[in-house]
């Protein structure tokens, strides 16, 4: 008997995560951290299983004894619950330095899509944007694509995990999803991406590595002059192009 023929194209390589930094909304902007960040973080599947995967592991066992902490750049920041162990210096350093070890060798490319929210709005004075997380996704797709089109993927079904954020807002990410990637992506095409949406307490492996992206260039973008260890790591990942420039490809800047 022959199998039924199958909805979408071939899985791909690669997995693609997706996290933010920031609140998206445009009404009521921190003065202390006025953009919105959204990263997404490219990984080939046997790397993620034969390499991130095994070393996230490794690094948990060493710090709880097993693997079921969920990693937040905001709870790693500001020492809570189970991360309360961090207050105690020494060991903050030890393991900041051993998360940024597991950073620099994270083999990923990086897209990041930083959204200015006062100069967004203030382009879109008197007219509506549109939601500033669906802007912010359809731009780093756009880029995602483009990469995976050069790894040869561009026929091939890539699944891309974000993060619940709840009924409402999810209902209308995957409305804004599915359009863009049948109808208004300018491609001329569907773009092969399957959206995959997961409870903020997953413990993937792949999200966390995502919410550790994604404040670092954040702050990048408000004090560029100011050290910043992580974004450090970060930058040689970001994806580049022909002229091996990640400004408008890996690191993009709205507006």
């Not at 066992?61 to 937040?72: Q, S």
């Not at 002059?225 to 970001?238: E, T």
Request: net charge neutral; glycine share 8%.
């Amino acid at each position: 008997m022959e199998s039924p023929a199958s909805p979408h194209p071939p899985f791909g390589d690669y997995l693609v995560f997706v996290d933010e930094s920031g609140d998206h909304s445009l009404t009521k902007i921190d003065p202390l951290y006025s953009v919105f960040v959204l990263a997404f973080a490219i990984i080939g599947k046997a790397d993620y299983t034969e390499r991130i995967v095994q070393s996230l592991q490794r690094f948990k066992f060493r710090y709880w004894g097993h693997d079921e902490v969920v990693l937040h750049e905001h709870d790693i920041r500001k020492p809570s619950g189970p991360f309360a162990f961090l207050h105690e210096r020494s060991v903050r350093e030890r393991f900041l330095c051993e998360l940024s070890g597991l950073m620099e060798t994270l083999p990923a490319t990086i897209v990041a899509v930083v959204i200015d929210k006062p100069a967004f709005a203030a382009r879109h004075s008197g007219a509506e944007p549109g939601p500033t997380y669906d802007h912010a996704m359809q731009t780093g797709l756009d880029a995602v694509f483009h990469h995976l089109a050069t790894l040869g993927q561009s026929g091939h079904t890539t699944p891309i995990i974000v993060e619940r954020r709840g009924r409402n807002e999810d209902t209308a990410l995957e409305l804004a999803f599915r359009r863009f990637c049948t109808t208004t992506n300018g491609h001329g095409r569907i773009l092969p991406f399957d959206l995959v949406m997961v409870p903020k307490t997953a413990n993937s492996a792949g999200l966390q590595l995502a919410d550790l992206i994604a404040r670092p260039v954040g702050l990048h973008h408000l004090r560029p002059g100011q050290p910043n260890r992580a974004f450090a790591l970060i930058y040689p990942k970001l994806y580049r192009g022909p002229d091996g420039v990640p400004e408008g490809k890996g690191l993009i800047r709205v507006p």
